[in-house]
């Protein structure tokens, strides 16, 4: 089982990055990302059923990050938009085969498989 999260780089203020993550070996229904950054505790970033019927996301980002998913590609995406400094984080995949719901998709105590994190770096 394994989640394959890739995507992170160095940009400046304002710019954009799409984050992908691909999972193998289980089938997933709720997936998520969550972020760590420098001297802080992980936070929830955004979340998503595969079947795109419901998603959450954490106040800062929402209006800048979209999660969605390719059912083709079996990839889900964080497309961040007008990123800022405080955007700075690694960012880890996160998936479980349940169907979580809105009001706790959230919580990382809900989430069993998880991948290596990519780090985003945003700075001038």
């Known amino acids: 089982v394994q989640l394959q999260a890739s995507g992170g780089g160095l940009v400046q203020p304002g710019a954009s990055l799409r984050l992908s993550c691909v999972p193998s070996?289980?089938?997933?229904?709720?997936f998520s990302w969550f972020r760590q950054a420098p001297g802080k505790e992980r936070e929830f970033v955004a979340a998503?059923?595969?079947?795109?019927?419901?998603?959450r996301y954490t106040d800062s980002v929402r209006g800048r990050f979209t999660i969605s998913r390719d059912i083709a590609k079996n990839t889900v995406f964080l497309q961040m938009n007008r990123l800022r400094p405080e955007d700075t984080a690694v960012y880890y995949c996160?998936?479980?085969?349940?169907?979580?719901?809105?009001?706790?998709?959230?919580?990382?105590?809900?989430?069993?498989?998880w991948g290596q994190g990519t780090l985003v770096t945003v700075s001038s």
């Open positions: 070996g289980r089938t997933f229904n709720t």
């Open positions: 996160a998936a479980t085969p349940r169907g979580i719901i809105y009001s706790q998709m959230w919580s990382e105590k809900d989430y069993d498989n």
């Open positions: 998503m059923r595969w079947s795109g019927s419901t998603t």
